[in-house]
């Protein structure tokens, strides 16, 4: 015959014994998650305020309701920022066939040294590729590989229709000191300067969202 024998453990066998058992997967993944005490948090607290609000006007009441909505929108976007501005920091668009991932400070630094050295086609180059940085980041024109600067030129023309011949002889200089061996000018450089200036500084004819494609990336 079969004896069983009670269980009566000693306080630090029956602690022991409690722990194991808390320990089993089926009870750690019963426990509330941190989020889930947040919002355990703010709903006590909003009962709290509402069950003692006997003596307050409901308008009061619902004034304070909106304020503490809000105050918990402004802390969401604080922490989790605007996604379209994250997707851009995590994320460069590469303009151009070797990859360039410079931003528009980068191109604009790199083409003052080279005027600064009277390097003009390096210059002239490096200002139409800020030009191009510039146009992209704004969503105005979107490109991709292979996209010359002539396709770039005239998709830019779209948000900037005023200055369609400015963008297109700014391609033929970039073209001509890339491809042809051309020599530029500090003329042409101080041309090239201010187109990419003025567009960054101008309001675009066409709503951002409704980006011209350039059919690629500059070259």
């Known amino acids: 015959m079969l004896v069983l024998t009670p269980l009566d453990p000693d306080a630090p066998e029956a602690r022991r014994w409690l722990e194991d058992e808390l320990a ?38 619902t004034l304070i309701v909106v304020v503490a909505v809000a105050a918990l929108v402004v802390v969401a976007f604080l922490v989790f920022g605007a996604p379209r501005l994250r997707r851009r920091q995590q994320a460069a668009v590469p303009l151009f066939d070797d990859g360039d991932l410079r931003d528009l400070a980068a ?10 050295s009277w390097d003009w086609p390096l210059a002239i180059e490096e200002r139409f590729r800020a030009l191009v940085r510039g146009t992209v980041d704004r969503d ?47 003329a042409g450089y101080e041309r090239m300067s201010e187109l990419e200036t003025e567009l960054a500084r101008s309001r675009p004819a066409g709503a951002p969202e409704a980006a011209a494609d350039a059919a690629g990336a500059v070259r």
């Open 107 to 116: 191109l604009r630094r790199a083409a003052e040294l080279a005027a600064a």
């Open 24 to 61: 089993k997967p089926e009870y750690q993944n019963s426990k509330p998650t941190a989020f889930d005490l947040a919002m355990q948090a703010v709903r006590d607290w909003f009962a709290e305020l509402l069950g003692g609000a006997g003596g307050v006007p409901a308008p009061v009441v």
């Open 140 to 186: 105005l024109v979107q490109v991709h590989p292979g996209t010359t600067a002539h396709a770039f030129a005239l998709a830019a023309a779209a948000p900037f229709p005023d200055r369609e011949r400015a963008l297109a002889a700014a391609a033929a200089e970039f073209d001509g000191v890339r491809y042809l061996g051309g020599l530029g000018s500090a």
